[in-house]
Each structure stands twice: as structure tokens, then as C-alpha cells.
């Protein structure tokens, strides 16, 4: 088994963000699911991690909860993606992105002689 | 935007919380659920594909909570809870409560009062326009009555072309009229001002206008500016009194303005006149005369002068006057000028007693704050067990904290609240106070700065109390619990802070008491000086004639002959025994003091001109004011106008001039360039008597030289009236008013006083100074008597078990009595230590409020002494009676 690693503050809600943006509209334990999934099951979520991080984008306003019939026929709440979520998930990928081009840079660099 | 959202919606979130909680459970369910299912679908079966769910979940219980604190305003919800829990726990501790906020309370109200007078009278920026650029310029010489001579108008002329660095020169000339109303005449102090004078001041009227420089000069109308405070006294704020018109001196004078608050100095100023009002003021001998010194000086720094530059000058400026003019500055007088802030000099009367008084209120903050303390100390010794239960329930050392910070707020926060209470009652009580030292006094309150003082205050008692009760460190709660949570506490360095409060408290109570012990003794004194006046019932009043503007022969005269009715009227009421006539009451300061020659007599090189108090006095005078007759011959109703001048000198004038010679037969005449702007001639005068001298001016003033001559010889000036009875005579005053007001309905009547009251009066300062330290003593020394009491209570109730034990070895209750005194007499003995030193280092301090004591005057020291410490020990006493009747059989068995 690989791993395993805590999920880094902040890193979360990008990951929520990402996964409603390709999945959809999803419920709770899918989104978990796809977050274990994605990270090869380095990474698990309980739901003391997962619901406080739900609600804190939700009061945020980047997405919206709805209570749904979910495929097998249960009763489940979905969340999906506002558009200030669209937004703010776009501007921290990129912020992401920049920072790790950044660390990679550093990083890859060999010991210099003098 | 986005921050402000999730506040709004966490804040709707603390209200409406619960009522989401259904809908959380129903979706962590089905979260549940449905990972239990994907686990079915593995394979598991369904006990173990529930249980591996469970597992993964981390405990739904833990996720409700988290989305809860999530949700929510966790830390105001807690904080919620901690008030509820405060406010339970110290109703549960009534004692403990009350005395804790009653004790704070009184130091935080005692803070408030004085601090709002300290802050209105010496701290707050002044009401004028950049009053901190404003310098108040005062002449003074040695002697008495040389304190502030105040300057002429040659004298202001130079100072103006001379310093450069007084942007402007305010200069206004305090006077006296008589202004007539419906309801009789009253004697009011103005000031003659020049047209620049509120504009150097920065001042703004609040309505109308104020003077101008048009209004300068003579052939204008009359003008009168109001004070703020005479027009809300004497019209009651009468917004319609602009452009009326008043009788002023037997004239007119139209009203145009009223000032806005402001203080002045040295005096309290009624209303303002234009120098038309008074035509001295305008007159050549007013303008020219160098040595007639009327005019009271503020100037306005300009605004890149500062005061040393300012000094300088000045000091230059008069240098170079008193070079050029020797003959108006007696060199043996030491003439001088001082440049003042103005700000600085209208709290020199008040600022060592305020300094004092703030002194001891705070003094006594630091006694009931330490008493809190020992108090708070030892209730957290005996909570340690509930502490420790809610430890092992998982709340942390800091959570602890909290909660222990929120009961202090509450405490500190009741008293504060109290403490303001007892505040407002103290402002009212010390602004009455404050106005015999402050012109300030108006602009005392209880306002924002002063409430914040007290909010800062308590605040900071709060956390110094919750930082105090040292609690144990994370780890070290499985000690205490192990140890049963009854642990025979009070560790050593807590019992050390304890005893040093206690120590603390009986030194700064022996400062308290040895302060007020001083001004006690000051004000017995006081009151014990001799008046000069062989009885004390005479009952004295002042009736102005003479119109201050038009002092006439025929005006003079006049006023002698009502007068002289009032006398035969007066005389004639049953009860009196005699009725004298004067220019002065006695007792009363005299303000007409002169330089002073004896025939024959020169003065040393470098000797001060001796000056005297101008007095006259009918035949029955000195008789009805109880005044004896040394030597010599009284008045007599030959002694009058055309006769040859004759006076009456007191003891203290016969020995300056005549030491060791019989003054009788010899001669004495007023001098100085001064006399030729009075209607006082400077002819010799033959002493015809020597009277006692009498205490003018104040019990604590110092001796003066005093000339009476017959009232019949001289102008009549203040008119004083005398009158003697052979018993209560201050019932007289209404009778004795009733006559004069008939006879003179428009002169305003000032002074109707009894020697007695004159006394009271001039006492009443220093009574109430010795009144506010002993009271602030009195209360210190009962808050250090129980926190020894309650300090050895405390160390007697946790040493039980081993005095038992003694006990039960045979030590008798004597020896356990004795060895509890002991523990006590140690700490009041050193607190006694430190106390005396403190007190004998500051009463140097105070000097200045003292009078007829030394500073360390042995008696109150030592009377300090032995109060302190019967009270201390008598404190001990209690405690230690208490260990001696510890039951040996029921400590050992509770064990």
C-alpha cells in the first residue's frame, strides 16, 4: 500500500473544487471517493475533515447544496459548482501551478561550485 | 466580500444552528450508507462492511461537532457559556463576591472622582484657540502681598515693543462694579479690557459679539461682554440678553455678547467692560504712571517662539526697565517677572492637593487590588478540587484560564460599574471642592476619557487577577488527580505573594494614615490660631457706597452719613452692644496696602520698603471687634476731618519701626509714587494708640503691618460694619441686613459673617484635604485588616491537620494561639517597617499643605505607629484564637 498523507490546509477546497467541476453535481461520498481515488488511496478523508471543509465553501458562496434522489434511489445532498466557485478554482490552480513550478525550480537545482 | 459572507452566514449560523443539526445526521447517514454498500458490493458481509465504514469515518459523533464549530461562532458560544458559568459560580460565592466588588469598587470610585478632576483641572487642553501657545506674565516681589503685583501700562508698553517673541499681549485690568437689578444691588468682578483682548485670548462668544478695537478709547458706548457662568447665574442663560441694556455704577453699559467657558486668572471675572466704564482707566496718571500696577498680563507666543525664547526676552525686556527706571522697583523688594504657561498657572493653586489626593486614591486601588488578589488566591486554592474534576473531563489549562478571566471580568466589571456610581457622587462632592483652587472647576466631568480610564482600569484588574491564580502546568494535572484533588495546597511561592500583598497593604496604609495624620494635625493648628479678636460674636458686613468710578468728596461724605444711620439703627436692634464703623471688616484682607516712612527713621542699604494695610475705624471699632487696646488712647469724635491726623497702629508695625521704643508721640506717613492715584495723602501721622494685631487674610496668613486711621479723617472705601452682641450673633444677620438694604436699597452687601464663620471659612480648605486622607485611610487600613485576617484565617485553615497534631503532643491552645500571633506579627511589623520609611521619605512631599507641623513630626508619626500596629494585631487575633480551638481528636480523625 502507498503512503499515506494528510491533506495539507487549503489543498482541500481545491480538490472539491476540481472534482465538482469535472464530475458535477455530487454527493459527499462521491466526492470523497474521487479524492481517495485520484490520489491512489495515499489520501483518506473522515468526515470530520471532509463536511467542515463542505460547509465552509458553501458559506462562501463557490458552491450550492441540494437535497437530490441520488442514483440508487436514496435520498442524498449534492453539491455543485456557483460560478464564484468556477472563478476561484481557476485563480488557485493557477496560484498552484505557479507555486510548484516555483518549488521545482529550487528544488531541481544542483550544488553550485565555487 | 467573500470574508464578510461567510461572517453573516456564520453569525446566522449561531442562531439558527440546532435546527440544521437533523439534516447534518441525515446526510453523514447516508454517507454512511452508502459506503456501506459499495463494501457489500466487495464482498463483505454486512456486519463487517459496517464496521469497516464506521471506521473510516472517524466517529460521527466528531464530524457533527466539527461541522457544528464550522457553522457557527464556536468561541462566542463558549464564551456564552463561560459567562453563565461565571456568573453561577460567583453566586454561589455571595461572600467572596461582595466584598471583592464593595472593596474594588470604592478604589476604582475613589480613581474615577479624582481622576475627572485632575483631568478638567490640570490635564485637558485648554477651551482657547491654541491655548498651550498662551503665557501668563506675573510681577512679584518679596513680602507680603508681593506675590502678584501685576503690571502698568508702561510696564505692558514695553513688554510689547521690547519681545519679540509675544506674538500678542491680552491685558485686562480686574475691577469691581456694583450692578443693580430688580432684586437689589450685587457686587460683581469685571475685567477692562482693550479691543484685541479676545482675539490674543482665542476666545468666541457664543452669542453676540465681543469687544472689538473700535470699542477702544473714550466717546464710545458702554459695552459688557458676559462670562458663560455669571450669565447662566445672575440671567439664566437668557438667549434675549444680547443688545439690553444693564445699570452699571449708577450708569449703563449695553450687553453685546456672552463669552464662551473659560477660565481666567488669578481671579473669576463676571463680565468684561470696555475701559470707557471706568474713566481712571483712561485717565494720564492710569497710561503714565509706571508704579500703578493694575493690568493683568496673558500673551500670545508666536508660532515659531517657544517659552525659553519667550523667557529670555522678557527677562531682557525687564531687565533693561528696572535699569532705567530704579526709582519704581524698591531693589530691596527683589522685583521679578515670571513667564508662565497659562495652562500651568491655572493649576498652580490646585496641583499639589490634586497630586496628593490622586496619590492616595491610588494608593488605596493598589490596597483593594491586592486584597482581590489574596482573596482570589486563596478561593482558587479552595476550588482546586472542582479544577481539577473539570480537568480530567478534558478542559485544558487554557480553557481554564478563560473561565477564570471571565469571572474576573464579571467582578471587575460589577465593581467598575459601582465604582462609576460612586464616582458621579464624588465629582459633585469635589468640583464644590476643587472650585477654591481652580478657576478650572467648571470644566470638571465625568466624560469618555475619564469612563475609559476606569473601563482600562478594571480591564487590567481582571487579567492581573486571572494570571495570578497560578494554575499547574498540562502534564501535571495526573498528579493532582492522583493525589485525590485534596491536595494541602497553598505551595510555597504562593503563600510568599500572599504574605508580601500583606506586607504591601500595612505599608502604604501607614503612608495613608501618616498623611492624614499631618493634615489633621495642620487643620488643628489651623483652627487654634489665635484671631486676634477677643470674642466670637461679632458679626461683620461689607456695604459698598462709595461708586468705584466717582469717588467724590460729596459722594465720600454722603456715604459716611448713611452709614452712620445704619450704626444708630443697627445699634438700637436688641441683643447688640455696640456697632464700629470702617474702611475694612477685620479679618478681612485689606487690598489698599502702601509703602510706609517713619520720621526719623531710614532704611538699611537693601532693605525692603515696608509696606502697610490701609484701615480706618470709627471710635467704637476696635471695641466692637473685640480688638484690645495695647497702649495709648482710642479714637474719639474729635479725631475728625481738619483735626490734626492721628492713627492707630498694630503690634507687629510698632515693633518693625519702633523695637524697643514707645511708639506714642511718634510719626508715620504713607509714600510712594502709588499714593498720587489714591485719594490717600501722604502727610506724617501721629501714633496716638497700639491695637493687637489680628489674623487678616487667612489664620495660616503671615503677619502685617496694619495703620487705622479715624474712619471721620479718610474716605470711607469698602464701608465695614462691626457689630458686637452679647450673644448668637449670627441671628442678627437678617435684622442687621434689613436695615441696610432700607437705607441704601442699590449698595450690594457682601461678607455678613461671623467671626466664627470667617474662622470656619478660612480653615474649611484644610479640613476637607484632612477629611478626603482620613477618609481614604480610614478605608485602607480597614482593607489591609482584613487581608491579614484573611491571609492567617487562611494559612490557620490549611495548617489544621498539623495543629492538631501538635496539639494532640501536647502543645496547649496558649502556645498555638501564639504561634498563629506570631506568623501575623511578622508581617505587620515589617509592613510597619516599610510604611514609616516610605512616609518619612514623602512627607517632604507635602510640605506645602502643611502648617505650624514639620513634615516628620514625631507625634504623628509615632500615633501612626501604634494605631497601625493595635489594628494589625487585633487583626492576627481573631485567626489565631480560631487555631486555638482546633478540636485535636476531630482534625486527626478527618484526616
Known amino acids: 500500500m502507498a503512503e499515506k498523507l494528510d491533506v495539507k490546509q487549503g489543498t482541500l477546497a481545491l480538490m472539491i473544487l476540481k472534482t465538482l467541476e469535472v464530475l458535477g453535481p455530487l454527493h459527499g461520498y462521491g466526492i470523497n471517493r474521487r479524492i481517495e481515488e485520484t490520489s491512489k488511496n495515499r489520501l483518506t478523508l473522515n468526515y470530520g475533515t471532509l463536511y467542515p471543509a463542505l460547509l465552509k465553501l458553501e458559506q462562501e458562496g463557490f458552491i450550492t447544496a441540494e437535497w437530490r434522489p441520488s442514483e440508487n434511489n436514496r435520498r ?36 553550485e561550485t565555487p | ?366 490596597i483593594s487590588a491586592a486584597n482581590v488578589v489574596n482573596l482570589t488566591l486563596m478561593r482558587g486554592v479552595r476550588r482546586e478540587h472542582e479544577l481539577v474534576v473539570r480537568a480530567a473531563l478534558g478542559a485544558g489549562v487554557a480553557r481554564l484560564r478563560r473561565l477564570l478571566l471571565v469571572e474576573n471580568l464579571v467582578l471587575t466589571f460589577l465593581a467598575g460599574g459601582l465604582g462609576v456610581l460612586i464616582g458621579i457622587g464624588g465629582v459633585g462632592l469635589l468640583t464644590a471642592f476643587a472650585e477654591r483652587y481652580s478657576p478650572r472647576a467648571g470644566e470638571i466631568s465625568l466624560d469618555g476619557v475619564v469612563l475609559g480610564f476606569t473601563l482600562t482600569l478594571s480591564v487590567a484588574l481582571a487579567l492581573l487577577l486571572a494570571f495570578v491564580a497560578t494554575l499547574p502546568k498540562e502534564g501535571s494535572f495526573a498528579a493532582w488527580i492522583g493525589a485525590g484533588g485534596r491536595r494541602m495546597s497553598g505551595g510555597l511561592r504562593k503563600s510568599r505573594l500572599q504574605r508580601g500583598l500583606v506586607v504591601a497593604q500595612i505599608a502604604v496604609s501607614v503612608m495613608l494614615l501618616a498623611g492624614a495624620g499631618l493634615l489633621t494635625r495642620t487643620m488643628i493648628q489651623l483652627s487654634q490660631v489665635d484671631t486676634g479678636l477677643q470674642t466670637e460674636e461679632v458679626l461683620t458686613m461689607q456695604v459698598s457706597l462709595l461708586n468705584p468710578a466717582r469717588m467724590t468728596p460729596a459722594a465720600d461724605a454722603e456715604s459716611k452719613l448713611l452709614l452712620d444711620r445704619m450704626r444708630q439703627e443697627i445699634a438700637g436692634l436688641p441683643g447688640v452692644t455696640e456697632v464700629g464703623l470702617g474702611s475694612h471688616i477685620p479679618l478681612g484682607s485689606s487690598l489698599l496696602s502702601f509703602d510706609l516712612a517713619a520720621e526719623g527713621k531710614s532704611l538699611a542699604v537693601g532693605e525692603a520698603i515696608p509696606r502697610g494695610d490701609f484701615r480706618t475705624a470709627s471710635p467704637e471699632y476696635f471695641h466692637a471687634a473685640g480688638i484690645p487696646l495695647l497702649k495709648g488712647r482710642n479714637f474719639s469724635s474729635t479725631d475728625r476731618a481738619g483735626t490734626e491726623r492721628v492713627v492707630i497702629v498694630n503690634q507687629t508695625l510698632a515693633d518693625r519701626f519702633f523695637p524697643g521704643e514707645d511708639p506714642l508721640g511718634k510719626r508715620i506717613a504713607w509714600t510712594g509714587e502709588v499714593l498720587k492715584f489714591t485719594p490717600i495723602r501722604g502727610d506724617w501721622r501721629t501714633i496716638v494708640g497700639v491695637v493687637g494685631n489680628t489674623q487678616d487674610g487667612g489664620l495660616d496668613a503671615l503677619p502685617r503691618l496694619a495703620v487705622y486711621q479715624p474712619f471721620a479723617q479718610e474716605f470711607t472705601m469698602f464701608g465695614g460694619l462691626v457689630i458686637r452682641t ?131 513630626d514625631p507625634v504623628t508619626f509615632v500615633g501612626v505607629v501604634v494605631l497601625m500596629a493595635a489594628i494589625g494585631i487585633s487583626a492576627c487575633w481573631i485567626p489565631a484564637l480560631r487555631a486555638a480551638r482546633v478540636d485535636p481528636a476531630i482534625t486527626m480523625r478527618s484526616t
Request: no cysteine; hydrophobic share 45%; aromatic share 6%.
Open chain 1, 76 to 111: 442524498a445532498k449534492y453539491y455543485a459548482l456557483t460560478a464564484a466557485g468556477r472563478k476561484q478554482l481557476a485563480r488557485e490552480a493557477r496560484e498552484w501551478h505557479q507555486t510548484a513550478d516555483l518549488i521545482a525550480a529550487f528544488l531541481g537545482a544542483r550544488r
Open chain 2, 1 to 366: 466580500m467573500r470574508y464578510l459572507r461567510a461572517a453573516l452566514r456564520r453569525l446566522a449560523g449561531f442562531f439558527t444552528g440546532h435546527r440544521q443539526d437533523d439534516e447534518l445526521r441525515e446526510e453523514l447517514q447516508s454517507h454512511l450508507d452508502m459506503e456501506t454498500a459499495e463494501y457489500i458490493r466487495r464482498g463483505m458481509d454486512p456486519e463487517a462492511a459496517l464496521r469497516q465504514a464506521r471506521l473510516s469515518s472517524g466517529g460521527l459523533p466528531q464530524a457533527a461537532e466539527a461541522v457544528r464549530d464550522q457553522r457557527g461562532l464556536p468561541w462566542l458560544e463558549r464564551a456564552a457559556a463561560d459567562l453563565r458559568y461565571a456568573l453561577r459560580s460567583l453566586r454561589h460565592s455571595p461572600g467572596f463576591t461582595t466584598v471583592v466588588v464593595l472593596t474594588l469598587a470604592l478604589g476604582i470610585g475613589a480613581n474615577t472622582a479624582i481622576f475627572s478632576v485632575v483631568r478638567g483641572v490640570l490635564l485637558k487642553p485648554l477651551p482657547h484657540r491654541e491655548g498651550n501657545r498662551l503665557v501668563y506674565l506675573r510681577q512679584s516681589h518679596d513680602g507680603p502681598g508681593g506675590g502678584n503685583v501685576q503690571f502698568s501700562v508702561p510696564e505692558v508698553h514695553d513688554l510689547r515693543s521690547g519681545a519679540k517673541s509675544l506674538g500678542g499681549i491680552a491685558e485686562y485690568s480686574p475691577f469691581f462694579a456694583t450692578l443693580e437689578g430688580k432684586d437689589g444691588a450685587i457686587k460683581i468682578d469685571i475685567g477692562l479690557v482693550t479691543g484685541n483682548f479676545f482675539e490674543v485670548m482665542g476666545l468666541s462668544p457664543v452669542l453676540g459679539r465681543l469687544t472689538l478695537p473700535s470699542d477702544d478709547g473714550t466717546g464710545v458706548p458702554p459695552v459688557m461682554v458676559l462670562t458663560h457662568e455669571f450669565w447662566m447665574r445672575r440671567f439664566g442663560g437668557d438667549s434675549s440678553i444680547v443688545g439690553k441694556q444693564v445699570s452699571l455704577n449708577g450708569g449703563s453699559a449695553t450687553v453685546i455678547g456672552v463669552l464662551q467657558p473659560a477660565p481666567f486668572f488669578p481671579d473669576k471675572v463676571d463680565a468684561f467692560f470696555n475701559m470707557v466704564v471706568s474713566p481712571h482707566h483712561l485717565s494720564a496718571l492710569m497710561i503714565q504712571g509706571r508704579t500703578h500696577r493694575m493690568t493683568e498680563v496673558v500673551a500670545r507666543l508666536t508660532p515659531t517662539a517657544t517659552l525659553a525664547q519667550a523667557r529670555a526676552e522678557v527677562a531682557a525686556v525687564y531687565t533693561r526697565m528696572v535699569g532705567e527706571f530704579k526709582e519704581s522697583y524698591d531693589p530691596g523688594s527683589h522685583y521679578r517677572v515670571g513667564v508662565i504657561p497659562f495652562k500651568e498657572v491655572l493649576g498652580e493653586r490646585a496641583r499639589l492637593t490634586l497630586w496628593l489626593l490622586m496619590g492616595a486614591a491610588a494608593f488605596v486601588l493598589i
Open chain 2, 726 to 856: 452679647d450673644s448668637n450673633a449670627k441671628a442678627l444677620a437678617r435684622a442687621a441686613t434689613r436695615i441696610v438694604q432700607r437705607i441704601a436699597p442699590t449698595a450690594p452687601i457682601e461678607n455678613v459673617l461671623t467671626v466664627k464663620q470667617i474662622k470656619d471659612q478660612s480653615v474649611a480648605p484644610r479640613r476637607l484635604n484632612a477629611e478626603l486622607v482620613s477618609l481614604f485611610g480610614v478605608l485602607a487600613v480597614v482593607i489591609a485588616a482584613v487581608g491579614i485576617a484573611g491571609v492567617l484565617a487562611f494559612s490557620v485553615s490549611a495548617r489544621t491537620n498539623e495543629i492538631g497534631i501538635r496539639m494532640s503532643l501536647g502543645a496547649d491552645s496558649g502556645r498555638v494561639q501564639r504561634m498563629v500571633l506570631k506568623e501575623g506579627v511578622v508581617l505587620v511589623a515589617l509592613g510597619l517597617a516599610l510604611g514609616v520609611t516610605g512616609a518619612f521619605l514623602g512627607a517632604q512631599v507635602i510640605q506645602g499643605l502643611l502648617f505650624g507641623i514639620a513634615p516628620r
